[in-house]
């Protein structure tokens, strides 16, 4: 007999996230009180701050909750972007030293994480545009004057082989002389090119190549994360990680490359990154990136969605206010500088900031939240991240309010208001990048847990033996301590408790996730009629139980509900099994098949 109804398939772990207890098809054997248990702890973290963007000049403000308000996403992928596009604009023109030998360079790493959906290029394009235009301007600007010094070069070079010519036929001190002025002036004239602000797609051999010709500096930005598969080996002939030029561009240090016939020295590298991508490259991340210190360097945001809660006629992006921050970010790229200015934190700004710092000290202490291996390497580094945005805004906030545009008449002292609105901010990027190490870590220890967690509410029961939950799970579990592993992971984040039934070992499921049957929402889960081809008439899957009300339990057994009663989720799944068309089931679970019958996945 062919399946007629199905239950659709909805992972557990978007119940819980969602706050959701189990639909209303599945009926729960011995309800019991909820008041007695705490509420389970998600796996992936507790709700997320979202970004203060009032710590942002009033024109930048402005302009980030206008493109947010447009696209109608989070606030925070434009905030976290703007901070990558002012470090384009501003960085190696100026640094920040708090005190002596402590100097920090105002370049950011970003990683704004972000599921498919989220117009991640609409807002990578809005932020960059003024970038993009500014380079194109000053490419054609200077094209002409970059084809003549390379006609230059081009006949110097040619005037050096014919002087060498002549000094090996017959060795002249004047002759020497010219070749050698010539020599010098063709390895000056090596670095002349077009300028480039932005990148994306580039192997990190091009990235110090474009350093090189670009006085230094450089903006890695996009809108998918694919550098850091170039960074992991891509292109690589062998397949090896290099992660050199990322690594000492974030502080400047001193950066060369020897090839086959070829040397190029960068003193000064300093690189901007400013990426959004999808939470599956995060999890992707290969572990040598935390060891060698590279996710270290990133500021994170990990924005809570808006969809479904969208506005399909959102307001359309202010004119003026869109102008206005085309102008001071051309502004910002435009500013000439000799060398890098120093800034200092003013006399009421420095204790504030100390202070802060002892407390970011002591949080990385042994027990505290920031004293795990992973995140105290960031944490380590978070200070200085801090310092590198207070940078950035102080010159943000000096463009709206000066009309004279010098790069010298920048204040070289960041005033104690704005230290402390980036210290209240500083919440932010720590609980965020907790956020984004979890995701990073997101191991096997987790994916177990989450597995255990399916399996145990599938049954639909408040209590479970021990012996049970083995039988239904050896498969995955090969030895018993790996599953009371498991269990006491659950146990801690309060889903499950372990107690006696006399000499017999139980787990009791934790109410909140069982409770709230008849009022769960219908769209989670909820049964569905297949017809076949050529029958005209729908029928149901039969039940061999008897069959109780919708919502409670009958002869203790856990039932399915259908379109014109309820049948027994075991019964249900033995019909699936028999099946030889998991076609005709529609999405019955994760690794459903007919061969397995002990690990039998259906996700509701």
Not at 65 to 72: D, H, L, M
Not at 194 to 216: M, W, Y
């Amino acid at each position: 007999m062919q399946i007629k109804e199905i239950i659709k398939h909805v992972p557990i772990k978007d119940w819980v996230k969602e706050g959701y207890s189990l639909p209303n098809s599945v009926i729960v054997e011995g309800e019991r009180d909820s008041s007695n248990w705490e509420e389970p702890i998600p796996f992936w973290g507790q709700e997320l701050p979202s970004f203060p963007t009032e710590i942002f000049p009033h024109w930048l403000r402005n302009y980030i909750e206008g493109v947010s308000e447009t696209t109608q996403t989070p606030v925070d992928a434009a905030a976290m972007f703007a901070l990558s596009i002012l470090s384009t604009a501003l960085a190696k023109k100026f640094y920040v030293s708090p005190r002596l030998h402590w100097e920090e360079s105002i370049n950011l790493y970003t990683v704004v994480v972000l599921p498919p959906g989220e117009k991640k290029s609409v807002i990578y394009k809005l932020l960059s545009l003024p970038v993009t235009l500014y380079e194109k301007e000053e490419r054609e600007r200077l094209e002409v004057e970059i084809r003549r010094k390379k006609a230059e070069l081009k006949a110097k070079k040619k005037r050096k082989e014919e002087l060498e010519n002549q000094y090996a036929k017959k060795a002249n001190t004047k002759v020497l002389e010219e070749i050698i002025s010539l020599e010098k002036e063709l390895l000056e004239g090596e670095g002349v090119s077009l300028p480039r602000f932005i990148a994306d797609d580039i192997t990190p051999e091009k990235v110090i190549s474009l350093l090189s010709q670009n006085q230094g500096k450089l903006a890695i930005l996009s809108s998918e994360g694919g550098i850091f598969d170039i960074i992991a080996g891509r292109y690589s002939q062998h397949g090896k990680a290099n992660f050199e030029v990322f690594l000492k561009a974030y502080s400047g240090d001193y950066c060369a490359i020897d090839r086959m016939g070829r040397t190029e020295v960068v003193e000064e590298p300093i690189l901007t990154l400013g990426l959004f991508v999808q939470p599956n490259v995060l999890q992707g991340i290969p572990e040598q990136f935390s060891k060698r210190g590279l996710l270290g360097r990133f500021l994170y945001s990990l924005p809570k969605s808006n969809i479904g809660k969208r506005n399909v006629e959102p307001k359309l992006l202010d004119t003026v206010i869109e102008n206005i921050y085309h102008s001071n970010i051309r502004c910002l790229l435009s500013l000439k500088m000799n060398s890098s200015i120093k800034l200092t934190l003013s006399r009421e700004a420095y204790p504030v900031f100390i202070k802060f710092c002892k407390i970011i000290e002591n949080r990385m202490g042994e027990g505290n939240d920031l004293s795990q291996e992973a995140i105290r390497a960031w944490a380590n580094k978070s200070l200085g991240h801090l310092l590198r945005v207070m940078g950035l805004l102080h010159v943000a906030h000096w463009v709206d309010y000066r009309q004279n545009k010098n790069i010298q008449s920048v204040p070289q002292e960041i005033p104690k208001e704005i230290v402390e609105r980036v210290i209240v901010a500083s919440n932010y990027f720590i609980e965020h990048t907790k956020a984004a190490f979890d995701c990073v870590q997101v191991n096997e220890e987790t994916s177990n847990a989450e597995y255990l967690l399916k399996v145990i509410i599938r049954q639909g029961k408040c209590t479970l033996d021990y012996r049970d939950i083995w039988l239904l799970t050896k498969k995955r579990f090969k030895k018993a301590a790996s599953l009371r592993k498991y269990l006491s992971f659950l146990e801690e984040h309060f889903y499950v408790k372990e107690a006696k039934e006399g000499r017999k070992t139980v787990y009791e499921i934790n109410s909140h996730i069982l409770s709230d049957i008849k009022s769960s929402p219908d769209t989670l889960i909820g049964p569905e009629t297949i017809v076949d081809k050529g029958e005209n008439n729908k029928k149901n899957i039969p039940s061999k139980k008897p069959q109780g009300p919708q919502g409670k339990c009958t002869n203790n057994k856990s039932y399915a509900g259908g379109v014109e009663g309820e049948i027994e989720i075991k019964d249900l799944l033995e019909q699936i099994e028999n099946v030889n068309d998991l076609s005709k089931v529609g999405e019955i679970g994760e690794r459903a098949t007919t061969s397995k019958k002990e690990e039998r996945w259906l996700d509701i």
